[in-house]
């Protein structure tokens, strides 16, 4: 809440992605990433896009020796979704941004992703 009493929400209840005038769920598109068997952990988010109004970006953290890379995972996702719903960005991570519960935290992802693509 700001000085003058407006309430600012900075998450969202869903996880959507609205890219173009497509309502696209972070969650099914993570579901896809999962199931790949060489991936560990993901999360699939929106940042910014001046042509789409929204991007999809996924960081995916593989398990270990696995040796996934960005166009193999794209291959994989074309197999298994819309083309419209393949992550424009694709980062492989080591560790994600969690709180002290253990929820990532998306929106500290976002702000990389952002600050590392603006370079």
């Known amino acids: ?3 003058d009493g407006y309430v600012r929400i900075t998450g969202r209840l869903q996880e959507m992605v609205i890219r ?3 309502n696209i769920y972070s969650a099914e598109i993570e579901e896809v990433i999962f199931n790949h068997p060489e991936v560990e952990q993901v999360a699939v988010f929106g940042i910014p896009d001046a042509y789409f ?3 999809l970006v ?3 953290r593989l398990k270990q020796g696995g040796q ?3 166009q193999e995972l794209r291959e994989y996702c074309l197999d298994h979704l819309a083309h419209f719903k393949i992550p424009k960005v694709v980062q492989f991570v080591e560790s994600f941004p969690m709180t002290v519960v ?3 935290q998306k929106f ?3 702000e990389l992703t952002i600050s590392k693509n603006n370079k």
């Open 108 to 110: 500290k992802m976002r």
């Open 58 to 60: 996924a960081w995916v």
């Open 20 to 22: 173009g005038k497509e």
């Open 102 to 104: 253990g929820k990532l």
């Open 68 to 70: 996934l890379n960005e």
């Open 53 to 55: 109004g929204e991007e």
């Open 1 to 3: 809440m700001d000085k």
